[in-house]
């Protein structure tokens, strides 16, 4: 299945549909969407089942891919992931604002409770994107492809024979990861 035909919140439709139980078995753990054409753009043919189930639907795939990260609601009918798809937050950005309102998970999300949610995780004008920087700054270094000073550590050394340490670094300007002998 291509990314670009996913579709998490019809595939949230499905599970809500059959509320979040498997339609074969009726197990309530690891439950999946599966679209039994193989049509992945159209969902109302989807069909919610286990992770044991779906598994057997697609056994040319690893048995791993099915019984790894299964997203499962934190409310009856709709999953913090979808608010957060929503929201444009993060899922654990929703669950920590319902548990400060109080609202309980396991039970069905109200429209009110919604609003509320929305009103205390969205905040007027754009999102706030705080930027990232998970390398630091390498100072005299300059990259070999583009001659840029913008190179970052990549936060590890290698040990190589003659007892020296190789340190590898991402030019942030092309993308090149390169290593030279501290």
Request: with cysteine; aromatic share 8%.
């Amino acid at each position: 299945m291509r990314a670009d035909q996913y579709s998490l919140r019809e595939s949230v439709k499905v599970k809500a549909r059959a509320n979040y139980l498997c339609e074969l078995c009726g197990s309530d753990q690891k439950v999946q969407a599966h679209a039994p054409d193989g049509n992945h753009s159209d969902w109302r043919d989807g069909v919610c089942l286990c992770a044991q189930h779906h598994w057997e639907q697609h056994l040319d795939m690893p048995r791993s891919l099915f019984f790894t990260g299964a997203q499962q609601p934190y409310w009856p009918n709709v999953t913090a992931k979808a608010l957060a798809i929503e929201f444009n937050r993060h899922s654990r950005t929703i669950i920590r604002a319902a548990r400060k309102l109080g609202i309980p998970s396991g039970t069905l999300l109200s429209p009110p409770d919604k609003e509320r949610i929305r009103l205390l995780v969205v905040r007027p004008g754009p999102p706030v994107r705080h930027p990232r920087e998970p390398y630091q700054v390498v100072k005299g270094k300059i990259c070999p492809e583009c001659g840029s000073k913008r190179v970052w550590s990549a936060g590890y050394s290698l040990p190589i024979k003659s007892g020296e340490r190789r340190r590898r670094a991402l030019c942030r300007d092309c993308g090149r990861h390169f290593c030279w002998v501290r």
